[in-house]
């Protein structure tokens, strides 16, 4: 159902799709500016400043070979152990090594020598620009679809991220499976990707270029919805989303009606079952997110006013790594809530689209009481 045709031959993964893929981003692409489309390069959200430094210390060669579809920085990271799934030439994980610290760890894994290749030659030198003794980066040659038997161990992650990646894969599914499996209890998998307003042709999916361009491979967003369920997560939040467009009449003519967003969710393993609501109180101890807390298009937490969350939220927060971030009560405290009340959920990414060329009506929280409190991934 939700998966592709082509890519699945009886069950198995179709190879093709991964030596096309392979063949056009090792040597077709060269450069960033070599794509055909901008489905690789749509920036999903503005950058704040402290990552745009960070994104500076990434070396040229690196930042050259950048195919990304959005920012894939998930808050608060001192010490998390992250991976990257299909990493290409390490520029988000030299982003994140710096994120993290010393004490963290990010490790890329991607599945093509040549990106791997330029990864690599720049380990020690971003050790020595972040002044690090001893490299928190470390790139690996394997499947996304097939993570464990990369080496990387079961539940041994605190976040999972992936920038443009997930719609190259030929196995949707076993992609999210194998990330549920090495995450930890409670981690998280923050990703941007190409999403279509439907499910694609045959015509679509079999053309190699629109595959290699992240385009023909896209999910329809609501086939995210059923597959994350499906493998156990929780449904997924939708945090930011732009459009993309395919600037080349020939491919156009190609895709038709379809329509591309580039969206970034966060699906988290967390327990299922708990679905009371929750009023949650943030402190303001996530680095960079010091005032207030964008978790999604409908939650911005602002410090130390009390919002009252549904229930798949307040699982989130009390099970995941934001809850040194966060005090808890039952809903309907002593203090009402004031100021805006949250905005209803959005999970269509076109839907969001469309809100956002509208005039903001602000952001979502509502207000009281305080504390403070610690890190996070230790
Ligand atoms: C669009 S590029 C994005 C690279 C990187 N995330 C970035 O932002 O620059 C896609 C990358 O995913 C890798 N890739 C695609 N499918 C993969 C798979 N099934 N397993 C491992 N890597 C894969 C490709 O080799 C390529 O480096």
């Not at 794509?35 to 210390?57: D, E, G, W, Y």
Request: glycine content about 8%; hydrophobic content about 35%.
């Amino acid at each position: 159902m939700a998966d592709d045709n082509r890519a699945c031959v009886g069950g198995f993964v179709d190879t093709t799709v991964h030596e096309d893929v392979k063949d056009y981003y090792g040597k077709v692409l060269k450069k960033t500016e070599d794509l055909k489309s901008n489905a690789c390069v749509a920036p999903a959200k503005p950058v704040p400043a402290f990552i745009r430094q960070a994104l500076k210390k990434v070396h040229p060669e690196v930042t050259a070979r950048y195919y990304g579809c959005g920012l894939v920085v998930p808050e608060c990271l001192e010490g998390c152990k992250i991976l990257d799934l299909g990493s290409g030439s390490g520029r988000d994980c030299y982003m994140l090594s710096q994120l993290v610290g010393q004490k963290g760890h990010v490790t890329g894994i991607d599945m093509t020598e040549d990106q791997l290749d330029v990864a690599r030659t720049h380990v020690d030198y971003h050790m020595k620009e972040f002044g690090y003794k001893t490299p928190n980066v470390s790139f690996v040659q394997g499947y996304i679809e097939a993570l464990t038997e990369a080496g990387l161990e079961k539940s041994s992650f605190d976040i999972i991220i992936s920038n443009c990646v997930v719609n190259l894969s030929p196995d949707k599914k076993r992609v999210l499976a194998e990330a549920y499996s090495v995450l930890k209890d409670g981690g998280e998998l923050y990703f941007s990707d190409v999403y279509s307003s439907g499910r694609l042709t045959e015509e679509i999916k079999n053309h190699k270029v629109l595959w290699g361009e992240c385009v023909g491979g896209a999910l329809w967003w609501k086939d995210l919805l059923l597959l994350a369920e499906e493998v156990g997560f929780s449904p997924p939040r939708l945090v930011t989303a732009s459009v993309i467009t395919v600037d080349n009449k020939e491919l156009q003519d190609i895709l038709g009606d379809f329509k591309f967003v580039s969206a970034t969710y966060r699906l988290f393993k967390v327990p299922k079952g708990n679905t009371k609501p929750c009023r949650v109180m943030y402190n303001g101890s996530i680095t960079g997110a010091e005032d207030s807390f964008q978790f999604d298009r409908r939650y911005t937490f602002k410090v130390d006013d009390p919002v009252e969350v549904d229930g798949e939220v307040a699982t989130i927060l009390t099970q995941s790594r934001f809850k040194a971030d966060f005090t808890f009560q039952p809903p309907g405290g002593p203090c009402e809530p004031r100021g805006a009340k949250p905005e209803e959920a959005i999970v269509d990414p076109f839907e969001l689209v469309l809100q956002l060329e509208k005039p903001s009506p602000g952001s979502a929280t509502g207000g009281c009481c305080s504390t403070k409190s610690a890190p996070c991934c230790k």
